[in-house]
Nanobody, 117 residues
Framework: QVHLVESGGGLVQPGGSLRLSCTASRIFFTIYGMRWYRQALGQERELVAEISTVRWTNYVDSVTGRFTISRDNAKNTVYLQMNSLKPEDTAVYYC???????????WGQGTQVTVSS
């Protein structure tokens, strides 16, 4: 059974930083594009950042210049470095793995990020 386990969430003050990690098990990690989504209370889940198998990256406009997605294939892990956090970044952040050809998707359980003073 495939597992995606997120970590690194928590409470941070506005302007602060957090690094989220997502470690995958039981998949051939290098052939999966990896994504971070977030869902704020009462809102739709939105794509925040993605990194392809060849490390092409893309970000939603609201986080461009503040967030950085990266991957370490040797550790089966994808990261989301979040800087200059704002209260509107508060959400549950989900890791997603999508097979590069079949489109098969897996989801993590989510990690809460709260930005508040």
């Amino acid at each position: 059974q495939v597992h995606l386990v997120e970590s690194g969430g928590g409470l941070v003050q506005p302007g602060g930083s957090l690094r989220l990690s997502c470690t995958a098990s039981r998949i051939f990690f290098t052939i999966y594009g990896m994504r971070w989504y977030r869902q704020a209370l009462g809102q739709e889940r939105e794509l925040v950042a993605e990194i392809s198998t060849v490390r092409w990256t893309n970000y939603v406009d609201s986080v461009t210049g503040r967030f950085t997605i990266s991957r370490d294939n040797a550790k089966n892990t994808v990261y989301l470095q979040m800087n200059s956090l704002k209260p509107e970044d508060t959400a549950v952040y989900y890791c997603n793995a999508q097979h590069e050809t079949s489109g098969l998707k897996y989801w993590g359980q989510g990690t809460q990020v709260t930005v508040s003073s």
